[in-house]
């Protein structure tokens, strides 16, 4: 199964509260709150490309499963990790945040961060 494909975010839950508990500053909180943003996701064998887009902003990380690299957090702090991969979902843990993004079906992914006892939820569709 191929992860690749370009998804725009349906819904969000406990979006502003996990901001909160993470430091994001309220006034980019209240700007990002109705942002649907587009993630992008290039999969060659083990190696991946993914780009988020959130308003004029784009994330861009790379990585390869399995080894570690840096990627750049929604805080936009650079942070070494490791990419799993078990069965339909991709697992890291950065700093506290634990991140699971799960291919739910052909068209939709839903991304869950847990930091604490504060999960934040992102459901994704295919563009």
């Not at 308003?55 to 799993?84: D, H, M, P, W, Y």
Request: zero cysteines; glycine letters at 8%.
């Amino acid at each position: 199964m191929s992860f690749s494909g370009k998804y725009q975010v349906e819904s969000k839950e406990n979006f502003e509260p996990f901001m909160k508990a993470i430091g994001f500053p309220d006034e980019l909180i209240q700007k990002g709150k109705d942002v649907k943003s587009i993630t992008e996701i290039e999969q060659n064998g083990d190696n991946f490309k993914v780009t988020i887009t959130t308003g004029g902003k784009a994330i861009i990380n790379t990585f390869t499963l399995g080894q570690e690299t840096e990627l750049e957090s929604v805080t936009g702090e650079k942070i070494k990790t490791v990419v799993r991969r078990e069965g339909n979902k991709l697992k890291t843990s950065m700093k506290g945040i634990e991140s699971v993004t799960e291919w739910v079906d052909a068209n939709t992914i839903v991304n869950t961060m847990t930091h604490g006892d504060i999960v934040y939820k992102r459901i994704s569709k295919r563009m």
